[in-house]
């Protein structure tokens, strides 16, 4: 299982296939915002959002898009408040915000925010 | 699938005939020419034929949409708002093109609608592509002087241009603090209130200054009306904003510094300025190019849609997570509202001619406010302008009529602008930049309040007793 960390030190891609994305990393989602979509409610009756956590990897459909390249657009990203799998989810310091971006061949690029990103926990 | 559209398209067929039918023979009793003339002339026609009452249904429908879709059916909504603005829209059309042959009201409408998403994408793409960076600690006082600051600036580049420019700092500057009443003060400020005082800040002024309202009369008029209502909701802003305690105990290092990323997309600011004017009625040398629904102007706009997206910093681009998205629902929305609003306004205009000298400058501004803030300002404040000036049988469509009736009373004009233009913070709907704005605050992770929830707890506690202050003040028993 890789960490948040160590997937973002290696520049590791995600994938995304329609409207399933799969990150290379187990954690915690505290908050999504793909489009103007806040998402915060993960149980499982959710009709915007499903997760699935692998062993290794981690695996969001977005119920309400076919297509995420159709919703995300070249300057655009989702964006995610995630914590680490082992880390306590109630300290802020832990939190981290990250921005994906839809590239070519499926491949998701995953980023922590700088601070010019607007994204308002 | 395919046969359910004939169905409709049959049903709609048939709908509009029978509309027609009864419309001819409504019409052919009163026929007021001197009345009708006036009210062709602001929405455009040249037939003295007044559309059904029932085709203001397509309208109400487009409006209830817009107001619930977002609300209770977000995504169905947002999948095909597109198809049900432009089909309400259309509805609109065939019955002034098959049964009403009206053509001269769809043109003039078109024309309006190329002219206002001209303006509202170049303003929306040009500013797409600057960065502000304001890194200061916001406190309610750096927040009263920046939304003040907004309401100047939102009369040099439009409404428009400075809730673009103005809402990705507001919102940074804030990020610690932010709550969804930030944004909202925004759009009453920067998106609307705040360009009250030139014609370049909100579209219907423009309007008025090419149909012959003086460049500087707007300024000169209604600057002690607009000061007083903007330090009137800014003190309520400043009021909310002082007991915002969300970023107590949090300490955070800022460099004071202002910076500005790209930094040529000023210049196509500037060229969309200097465009406004380039109109064969302002400068004759201007070439009209009449039968064409667009002008020099437009062009010029189009062209600065294209150039400043082409040669933005794209970092810049970036950092404001640039899509084309917002302007693009701006466009489907009011494409199906300009034509599907034709005969409300004409249908109100009407009613004004007729029973104009029973009104007065008070009926003028709560007329013209409440529909402004859910119908597009523009027509709303030609309509109202015509039916002023039909009290003293005059038109809105010869300059030296207008001016002639800017000499007589300023009161109804005063009156008309002020609300054309305040009003359109009443709702989401009520002007172009309120759902840019949503939209952006939105992304960012703001969780907006809903469409009534927007009027209930924001325009009605905040806007609506400004307003009546305002009212009471300068209208009150006047004209």
Redesign the interface.
């Known amino acids: 299982m890789k960490t948040i960390e160590e997937a973002l030190k290696y520049g590791q891609y995600g994938l995304y296939y329609g409207n399933r994305a799969i990150l290379p990393f187990n954690c915690e989602i505290l908050k999504v915002i793909i489009d103007d979509d806040i998402i915060m409610n993960f149980s499982p009756d959710s009709k915007l959002i499903y997760i699935h956590e692998s062993a290794n990897y981690t695996e969001i459909y977005f119920k309400q898009y076919k297509n995420l390249k159709d919703v995300v657009s070249k300057y655009e990203a989702v964006k995610l408040i995630v914590v680490e799998k082992d880390k306590d989810i109630f300290n802020f310091d832990n939190h981290i915000k990250l921005v994906i971006h839809i590239e070519d061949e499926h491949k998701l690029k995953i980023e922590k925010t700088d601070e010019d990103i607007l994204f308002i926990e | 699938m395919k046969f359910k559209w004939i169905i409709f398209f049959i049903a709609l067929f048939v709908y509009l005939f029978f509309l027609s039918i009864d419309f001819t023979a409504a019409q052919a009793v009163e026929s007021h020419s001197a009345v009708d003339r006036l009210v062709n002339t602001a929405a455009g026609s040249g037939v003295n034929a007044l559309p059904n009452p029932l085709m203001v249904i397509p309208f109400i429908l487009l409006l209830l949409m817009i107001a619930t879709g977002p609300l209770f059916y977000k ?1 169905f909504w ?1 999948n095909h708002y597109p198809k049900i603005s432009i089909l309400l829209g259309l509805v609109v059309v065939v019955y002034y093109i098959f049964f009403l042959n009206n053509y001269e009201s769809l043109l003039h409408t078109l024309t309006e609608y190329i002219s206002f998403i001209a303006l509202l994408s170049s303003l929306f793409v040009a500013s797409g592509g600057i ?1 502000i ?1 304001v890194d200061k600690k916001s406190t309610p006082l750096m927040n009263v002087l920046f939304l003040l600051f907004g309401a100047f600036i939102s009369n040099i580049i439009g409404t428009t241009g400075a809730s673009m420019l103005l809402i ?1 700092p507001f ?2 500057m804030n ?1 610690e603090r ?1 709550a969804p009443y930030h944004i909202i003060f925004f759009i009453f400020i920067v998106s609307n209130i705040g360009g009250a005082l030139t014609p370049i800040g909100d579209p219907p002024l423009f309007l008025g200054y090419l149909s012959g309202v003086p460049f500087f009369w707007v300024i000169k008029n209604v600057w002690y009306i607009w000061l007083p209502a903007v330090l009137l909701v800014i003190a309520v802003f400043y009021f909310f904003d002082v007991n915002n305690k969300k970023d107590a105990g949090k300490v955070t290092a800022h460099s004071g510094k202002i910076q500005i990323k790209g930094t040529r997309n000023l210049i196509f600011l500037l060229i969309i300025i200097i465009a406004v004017f380039i109109d064969p009625v302002v400068f004759g040398w201007v070439p009209n190019l009449s039968p064409l629904p667009f002008g020099i102007r437009e062009i010029v706009m189009f062209a600065v849609v294209v150039l400043s997206y082409k040669f933005a910093d794209k ?1 810049a ?9 917002p302007i693009k629902e701006v466009a489907y929305l009011f494409a199906g509202i300009f034509a599907a609003m034709i005969p409300a306004l004409q249908l109100i205009a009407n009613e004004a001619h007729v029973i104009g000298s029973k009104l007065n400058a008070g009926i003028f501004y709560w007329a013209t406010g409440s529909l402004s803030a859910v119908l597009d300002n523009t027509p709303t404040y030609m309509n109202f302008l015509s039916a002023a000036m039909g009290k003293y049988a005059l038109d809105v469509s010869l300059k030296a009529h207008v001016l002639q009736f800017v000499s007589i009373d300023e009161i109804y004009l005063k009156a008309i602008s002020v609300a054309a233009v305040f009003f359109g913070a009443m709702t989401y709907i009520g002007n172009g930049p309120n759902f840019m704005v949503k ?2 605050s ?6 907006m309040p809903s469409f009534f929830s927007y009027i209930v707890k924001y325009s009605f506690v905040v806007l609506v007793p400004v307003f009546t202050l305002v009212w009471l003040v300068f209208f009150y028993g006047k004209g």
Do not use: Q, V
């Open positions: 995504h947002e960065l960076k990705r919102i940074r990020r932010i970092t681009l970036t950092d404001n997570e640039f899509d084309f998205e939209s952006i939105e992304r960012a992770g703001i969780n």
